[in-house]
């Protein structure tokens, strides 16, 4: 086997130390290493935001971060947002509003709503079309989802 | 407990939990212990013959298991045809490998089986595959000429397919009257793109004889019915599973070589093959859209009424016949659909379905249809402005009226009552209008170019077996079934043939069955996407779910309850005519006796003798198996407004307003009924704006990723307003019109008729879409010029 490097890394608040090869990418490890096949991947090349998780706090794409350079970091994927029965507002929102069809999309348009909804006013409808135009949906024209986070309350915290 | 609660009501989906947390199943979710992965090295020749493979130093690259050509599974399956009854028709055997020939780039030509995707992707690259290149297929309309080189050996021609429909004297028609409008439309290839590429996981237990394909597919059913036949097993020993799927639109609709190819291999390894198509390989290999070159020319008289239209149509159809829908299915549709809802007594519409170096033709969301109505729209709008009539009075003008059905069309197509005037005159109110042309014209005073486009159309769902889903095409895609059982607690557990790709059909279908069983939604469970659930089944396409579903839960409901009364009979010692069903409970006329379902059901299960054991013998388990063929088609209809700005300087075009007013029938779930058609339209204004697939004059594909083919985001898309005025119920059973491709059907004219609008005081009319800023430039630039000249 190729050269391994040795990592450590929280996910969902559970943390892992795997050996893996510098070109594994991180959406990979999780999916396949650690069998969290909650991230979906739909494009590898950093424009569809299927992939999105949050890293440290931010949304980041786990298609275009190598497993290495999350050495030491704190992952939230979707199966670290609530569970069926009790559920996080962001999914209470999207499940209320009918957010979703496929369900592809949603891991990742669910971290990056949770990332904006810290760091954006998202005031008026033209805002949280703005933060959601990095994910791709293919099934719902946005229009419920767009609903979805316009009906989070902005001052509770984003996950449970 | 109150009958009839759930259908019609938002009902929030079932489905969401496990999408929403993570444990959803798509395909490449599954886990089999020793799973192999396998990478392609596909053509990078449109069009060239295969002189030679090495394949020596890919067998030794690391974790190889086997590295297979088209020589290699020569024999392992029997050739795969999309036959058709249409005359002139020329099939094209699919090529699971390619053989001797590439024919578009993306072809697979080597197969590499590996431990994991990363090792069979290296092995992948160090084969070696040489070429002689021929001369390279590529417009449609060349390849269609005779001098043309062929695709295919030993073919008559590169048409495929050719069709033709004709009504009145199209020639008396377009000579005779004061006003012609004529164009060259052109519709740009495109792909579905659903966001899950396509992926698909073969098991062999060689222990067993038996075969799982997991497939992210719209019709599991379909895939069986051919891969049985092809790979020769048994069908008691081959089962699909499509589980969760993440999105199709069409592309997830046709047989596709490369799950042929899994089961093969998976058969010869003894084991477990997966493989898990990258977004290039699915915009290269997928099955594409649209793509047609529509000559069309409409004579009216002065005061707006359509006498003529004829239709001149070449469909790129692609490289091969797609199984099961054969070349035909997107061309011929658009002279098919043509005449759309209007009264034309005059028509001609022939249609050439041309082979070319690029990946196979198949359905897309409305299939023919946008195309169809594109054409339709465009010209309609061209004629009003030449006469100086408003769009929407030449559309009253020439509507269907409601006493004129069934309304036979110029093309042979019926129309049953729907609410053609009504939805017109609705969209119309809803968008007010009267004001709308008021600001607008204070718009355009101020020299901002705001546009309105209307859309009007009809569409057939949920089809019967009286019609082919496709011309010609010899399988039956107009029956489902389901089968319902009861359980000892007296929950019911429904199977289904028809399958799901995201569109929310298992609540709607849980909808359904608790309403007509009387039950709580919670007691009733949705199985389907599996072969195993039902005998035969079909799948998810042409706006068929919800009609063929429900139709088919109704009549098992039905029978359903018929058995529960006979032993409801038995275990009451009351005549089966006293006895009613209702309300979750069977209760005798004289309301003295009663039983839930749990009661009876576990009486009826359970309890010792509590049956008389003939009656058992002959009633057997609380369970039922219905089919449903609603025969022909439902007409459903829809208008669609838009509003947009063009914006001169940044070469923008701004959807502002959008508006729909639609007659889907009973809606099972309002909430699903507004989702589906906000992503129609989503990727009906992706098809007029932004979406296509580029080839360049020697095939090379130049839109292989997400930053060349452009989908609509969040903040390209509108707020749309969804309309569903009360108006009687077609005559299938649950009254349900398909609304599932209206969305796309509808938009793809409405912008670009919108568009046209904005920019009509430059005299500029859209005629190919999608108006891309490039072509949005072009079009200023020439008007500019041509302005200058004068
Ligand atoms: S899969 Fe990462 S952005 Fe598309
Ligand atoms: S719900 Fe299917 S891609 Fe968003």
Known sequence: ?160 | MPEGRYVGAPIKRREDARLLTGESRFVDDIRIAGTKSVAFRRSDHAHARIVSINTDAAKQSPGVVGVFTAADIEGDARPIIASSRMANYQPTPMQILAKDKVRFVGEAVVAVVAENRYLAEDAAELVEIDYEPLAPVTDAEAAARPDSPLLHDGFASNVLVEREFKRGDVVEALWRPPVKVKARFRVHRKTPLALESRVCLAEFQAAKSHMTLYTSSQVPGIIKDALVKALDIPGSHFRVVAPDVGGGFGGKTSLYPEEALVCILARKIRGAVKWCSDRSEDLLATSQAFDEIVDAEMSVDEAGRILGVTAEVIGDVGAYSIYPWTAGIEPVQVISFLPGPYRIEHYHGRVRGVATCKPPMGPYRGVGRPVATFVMERLIDMAARKLGLDALQMRLTNIVQPHEFPYKTASGMRWDKAGFVECLKDAAEAIEYAALRETQAKAHAEGRMLGIGIATFAELTGIGSRLSASPGMPINTGTETAHLSMDATGGVTARFGVTCYGQGLETALAQVVADEMGMLIEDVRIIQGDTDAVGHGVGAFASRGAVMGAGAAMLACEALKEKLVKAASALLNAPEDEISVGQGALTTRDGESALTYSELAERYYSHMGAVPLEIKNALGELSVSRMYDPEWGTTSCATHIAVVEVEREACKIKVLQYVVSDDCGQMINPLIVDGQLHGGIAQGIGAALFEELAYDDDGQHLSASLVDYVVPSASDVPRMAMRHPELEKPENLGGIRGIGENGTIGAVAAIANAVSDALAPLGIEVTEVPTTPERLFRMLDASKKEMSNI
């Open chain 1, 1 to 160: 086997m190729a050269f391994e490097k040795r990592i450590r890394v929280t996910v969902n608040g559970r943390a892992f130390e795997r050996s893996v090869e510098p070109r594994l990418l991180l959406s990979d490890f999780l999916r396949e290493t650690l069998d969290l096949t909650g991230t979906h991947v739909g494009c590898e090349h950093g424009v569809c935001g299927a992939c999105t998780l949050l890293m440290n706090g931010d949304s980041v794409r786990s298609c275009l971060t190598l497993a290495v350079q999350a050495d030491g970091a704190e992952i939230i994927t979707v199966e670290g947002h609530g569970k069926a029965g009790e559920f996080s507002p962001a999914q209470e929102a999207f499940h209320a509003c009918h957010a979703l069809q496929c369900g592809f999309c949603t891991p990742g348009m669910l971290a990056t709503v949770v990332d904006a909804l810290r760091k954006l006013p998202l005031d008026s409808e033209a805002e949280v079309r703005e933060a959601l135009a990095g994910n791709l949906c293919r099934c719902t024209g946005y229009q419920h989802i767009v609903d979805a986070v316009l009906t989070i309350n902005t001052k509770e915290e984003g996950i449970s």
